[in-house]
């Protein structure tokens, strides 16, 4: 008589292994988060390419930024946005982009695009002029043409220094007083580099 081999006991069922469940779990978690981010950078190109690119003319009598010397030109930089030569988003781009579109807030997203393609298309003086062109300077006038005959009646041409640094304070973002705001476009002028301290000295507030 030979003993009968014992019978294993049963076992349970085994179940599918949790380790491929887990990784396709992640494998639809991750497609699924490349489909979102995909979505989202069509539709932040989709929302980029539809603004578009800030242009505006004007029927009233314009100035080229060539017929002004450059410290009149640079006066009006000083007062508003120092950095507007070696900024890519620059306050001035930004006004004249509100200006250009007819609407807006120097701060919101359709503005900076705006702004940013301005940036991408035009030079620099191109920006500026376009800008002190369209911009208000107080008393009703609007542009640089006007605004020389209103406060100093003769052409925007025909600005001198001290000048162009009075207008320059009524695009000022801080508007502060006239005088202490003329001193300031002047001191930062030769901060600068676009005004020797000697011809600081000369210059007398036009009031």
Do not use: C
Request: net charge neutral.
């Amino acid at each position: 008589m030979t003993l009968a081999a014992p019978v294993p006991p049963a076992q349970d069922p085994v179940s599918a292994s949790p380790a491929p469940r887990r990784g396709r779990r992640l494998v639809v978690g991750a497609s699924i988060a490349l489909l979102v981010a995909a979505g989202g950078i069509v539709t932040s190109t989709y929302y980029f390419d539809s603004v578009p690119l800030p242009e505006s003319s004007v029927s009233y009598p314009v100035v080229s930024l060539t017929q002004l010397p450059a410290p009149v030109a640079n006066a009006f930089v000083a007062a508003v946005d120092p950095d507007f030569y070696e900024s890519g988003d620059s306050l001035i781009t930004r006004r004249y982009t509100i200006i250009a579109a007819g609407s807006g807030a120097e701060s919101d997203w359709r503005t900076r695009i705006m702004a940013n393609k301005a940036e991408g298309t035009y030079a620099k003086e191109e920006i500026l002029e376009r800008y002190l062109n369209r911009a208000g300077f107080g008393r009703g006038a609007v542009g640089l043409v006007a605004a020389a005959q209103t406060y100093f009646q003769k052409p925007a041409a025909l600005l001198t220094v001290a000048e162009a640094a009075l207008l320059a304070v009524q695009l000022h973002p801080g508007r502060p007083e006239p005088e202490a705001g003329w001193e300031q476009v002047l001191d930062t002028m030769v901060e600068r580099g676009w005004l020797s301290r000697a011809d600081r000295g000369g210059l007398t507030f036009p009031g």
